[in-house]
């Protein structure tokens, strides 16, 4: 059983706790926000780093999704702050977005070792907002846990499914052609793009999040929920409730992200065809089976016979990628085969919405098995499940 944590060992009794007059200080100035002893005696206190902002496309819908979170701190018994980082939004930033993920990385491990936190919810997705946040994160080494934004809805124009990205090339080609009038064009900037959240095809942001999952960082199928889905709501708040309970646990980034877990994690990507920008070409990939070398505590090993995918990368073509897995058993089986046993946030049995049954626990379960597994033949909600399908979100 694990051990939990008393009060005087949590991180922000050093703030809050102490008969002196620093804490003085604190006690005194947190109750001129109007927050009251209640509101923190006794209690974790959470920290949300939200990345949201006004030019955030992929998160327009944070700045409701971060109530839910506070929802199911406060239902915990935890205390919740919220506290704002960096966007990074992919199609505005310029040159790249990739000058800014370190910034974002460095911003969110400061905004967590100098305020009196016990535990994180990172909410991102977007495509450097997912490797920026869990850097900082792990190198504050507080507990976590990483709320995926989700895919936004599939494209759609004349009843032709859009995928983001992918069909913006295309269908700019057959203007350029003349194949398309203006206005045709104009429809389909209006239509490509319909809701909050990230692309819907397997591109970074989808691969970013999935991995995020596969390495055991966020609740078991949480990375393909669409951005609108009711369920992520629910998603949100259970995040906020596991959280407290991590922080009790004292169940930090060094106890889930370990060597097996980021094995898993190349493995899975590796399975999906998760070559990041590459995925947004919107051509069918053929993954053959191919070798890993690992670097670090695992250099020199090297993984063999990871399954092949015909994987889709934009919804528009004939089959995605969820197809392809369904078609395909014995790629569930061989990769399953190549998955260690490692632990994850949380073990929660899922349904076909990739939320908490009921909130009932499976005590002991862990990534490796969370990877197509059966119940009452019923369908488990994975990352191996749900991240292939981000190309086929329909609503």
């Not at 902002?53 to 109530?67: A, L, P, Q, T």
């Not at 494209?155 to 090339?169: C, E, F, H, I, V």
């Not at 309970?245 to 094995?263: A, F, H, Q």
């Amino acid at each position: 059983m694990t051990k939990r944590k008393s009060y005087e060992e949590l991180r922000s009794a050093r703030w809050f706790a102490p008969d002196d007059l620093r804490g003085f200080g604190h006690r005194s100035r947190a109750m001129q926000m109007g927050y009251d002893h209640a509101d923190w005696q006794g209690k974790p206190i959470i920290a949300i780093l939200n990345t949201w902002s006004d030019i955030g496309n992929c998160h327009s819908h944070f700045k409701n999704r971060v109530e839910e979170v506070k929802r199911g701190v406060l239902q915990a018994g935890g205390f919740p702050l919220e506290i704002p980082c960096i966007s990074v939004a992919e199609n505005f930033v310029k040159p790249t977005t990739m000058l800014y993920r370190n910034l974002l990385a460095i911003e969110a491990e400061e905004q967590l070792r100098c305020h009196p936190v016990d535990g994180a919810v990172l909410m991102g997705g977007c495509d450097k907002t997912t490797p920026g946040l869990l850097m900082g994160a792990f190198s504050a080494g507080l507990p976590c846990i990483y709320l995926p934004a989700g895919p936004m809805l599939r494209g759609n124009w004349k009843g032709k499914t859009l995928g983001s990205g992918s069909d913006a090339w295309k269908y700019w080609d057959e203007r350029r052609a003349g194949n398309i009038t203006d206005v045709q064009w104009m429809e389909i900037e209006g239509g490509i793009a319909r809701s909050a959240g990230t692309c819907m095809v397997m591109g970074t942001a989808a691969t970013m999040m999935g991995i995020a999952e596969a390495l055991g960082m966020t609740l078991p199928g949480a990375s393909s929920i669409p951005a609108v889905d009711a369920n992520h709501q629910r998603m949100a708040t259970q995040c906020g409730r596991r959280i407290v309970d991590m922080v009790w646990e004292d169940l930090t980034p060094n106890r889930i992200v370990t060597g097996p877990s980021c094995r898993n994690a190349a493995i899975v990507a590796m399975a999906l065809a998760a070559l990041g920008e590459v995925c947004a070409v919107g051509q069918p990939l053929e993954v053959e089976d191919r070798e890993l070398a690992l670097s670090g505590p695992h250099e020199g090993q090297v993984v063999q016979g990871v399954p092949s995918a015909p994987v889709q990368t934009g919804p528009r073509l004939d089959h995605d990628a969820i197809d392809v897995l369904e078609a395909d058993q014995p790629v569930r089986r061989r990769l399953r085969a190549h998955v260690p046993q490692t632990e994850g946030v949380d073990d929660r049995r899922t349904n076909q919405s990739g939320i908490g049954d009921q909130g009932k626990a499976d005590v002991g379960e862990t990534v490796g098995e969370v990877l197509g597994c059966r119940r009452s033949g019923r369908k488990r909600q994975s990352f191996w499940d749900v991240s292939l399908n981000v190309a086929r979100t329909r609503l």
